[in-house]
T-cell receptor, first 110, second 111 residues
Framework: NAGVTQTPKFRILKIGQSMTLQCTQD?????MYWYRQDPGMGLKLIYY???????DKGEVPNGYNVSRSTTEDFPLRLELAAPSQTSVYFC?????????FGPGTRLLVL | EDQVTQSPEALRLQEGESSSLNCSYT??????LFWYRQDPGKGPEFLFT???AGEEKEKERLKATLTKKESFLHITAPKPEDSATYLC???FGSGYNKLIFGAGTRLAVHP
């Protein structure tokens, strides 16, 4: 039981490039979430999903897109990367209230 | 405005020196307050959930308490391995399981 896994662990992007951050969970959780964590700040919710085919915006969705075609996977797409998207990205999943987090993806946009 | 504030930002303790971390919140309709531990370069690890004022939860050297306005994470006789950032988050209102996180307290325990 791996829990929540994320790939890649680290990536450097040039301004304007695009990429997809992968997130997979093997706990059969309906709820999945994407957060970003900036130094000295709390985690901010980007997007969330309550089940396959259902997604909605969180607090800071601009510049990102998501899809949820299966229960297990919840990829986060960055289009036209900007320096402001330099951050650490965490994926989480939950069955009820308690969220379980992946190890994170560190993204640097130069 | 709904918000969560943690204090202090950083705390340095000697091994065995007990202390408390604070999490204050201003939200309507609290559904739960969560404590997480985060080690450098890793994702948050769930510690506790508290649902109502007066509730307490314990795990090894950690004890979390909740009032109507704040929560405390008490650390008794800490060890160097307790060094981490401790995050507080609150869930409130109706609908999906939205969490608002505080910025965290960085704890360093020195031998």
């Amino acid at each position: 039981n791996a829990g929540v896994t994320q790939t890649p662990k680290f990536r450097i992007l040039k301004i304007g490039q695009s990429m997809t951050l992968q997130c997979t969970q093997d706990m059969n959780h309906n709820y999945m979430y994407w957060y970003r964590q900036d130094p000295g700040m709390g985690l901010k919710l980007i997007y969330y999903s309550v089940g396959a085919g259902i997604t909605d915006k969180g607090e800071v969705p601009n510049g990102y897109n998501v899809s949820r075609s299966t229960t297990e996977d919840f990829p986060l797409r960055l289009e036209l990367a900007a320096p402001s998207q330099t951050s650490v990205y965490f994926c989480a999943s939950s069955y009820a209230e308690t969220q379980y987090f992946g190890p994170g993806t560190r993204l640097l946009v130069l | 405005e709904d918000q969560v504030t943690q204090s202090p930002e950083a705390l340095r303790l000697q091994e065995g020196e007990s202390s408390s971390l604070n999490c204050s919140y201003t939200v309507s309709g609290l559904r739960g307050l969560f404590w997480y531990r985060q080690d450098p370069g890793k994702g948050p690890e769930f510690l506790f959930t508290l649902y109502s004022a007066g509730e307490e939860k314990e795990k090894e050297r950690l004890k979390a308490t909740l009032t109507k306005k704040e929560s405390f994470l008490h650390i008794t006789a800490p060890k160097p391995e307790d060094s981490a950032t401790y995050l507080c988050a609150v869930q409130f209102g109706s609908g999906y399981n939205k969490l608002i996180f505080g910025a965290g307290t960085r704890l360093a325990v020195h031998p």
